[in-house]
Nanobody, 117 residues
Framework: QLVESGGGLVQPGGSLTLSCTAS????????IAWFRQAPGKEREGVSA???????????YYVDSVKGRFTISRDFAKNTIWLQMSNLKPEDTAVYYC?????????WGQGTQVVVSS
């Protein structure tokens, strides 16, 4: 079961760090992505991180979050984080994590991020 946490209400320009982990499953073998779904919109991929080569990871960011979001992971903690800074109202959405290839089913419950003054 995927478990996302760390969402909340934040003012524009603020920061949040989201966490993704899994119970009864190791995420360490997979490239993991963060997705988000805003009300009335399709789910979109926001960022992804591969399993690395033992020293560095390859990461991906959608253009709208480049320079503001940072994805990272810790194998020992079986956790992937999404550090979000300089948040904008358009970042408001439910954020989910999942495997890049063939997403796990079911998805987690997600974590709500609301950016509003």
């Amino acid at each position: 079961q995927l478990v996302e946490s760390g969402g909340g209400l934040v003012q524009p320009g603020g920061s949040l760090t989201l966490s993704c982990t899994a119970s009864e499953k190791s995420l360490n073998y997979y490239a993991i992505a963060w997705f988000r779904q805003a009300p009335g919109k399709e789910r979109e991929g926001v960022s992804a991180i591969n399993t690395g080569d033992g020293h560095t990871f390859s990461t991906y960011y959608v253009d709208s979050v480049k320079g503001r979001f940072t994805i990272s992971r810790d194998f020992a903690k079986n956790t992937i984080w999404l550090q979000m800074s300089n948040l904008k109202p358009e970042d408001t959405a439910v954020y989910y994590c999942n495997r890049v290839a063939t997403p796990f089913d079911p998805w987690g419950q997600g974590t709500q991020v609301v950016v509003s003054s």
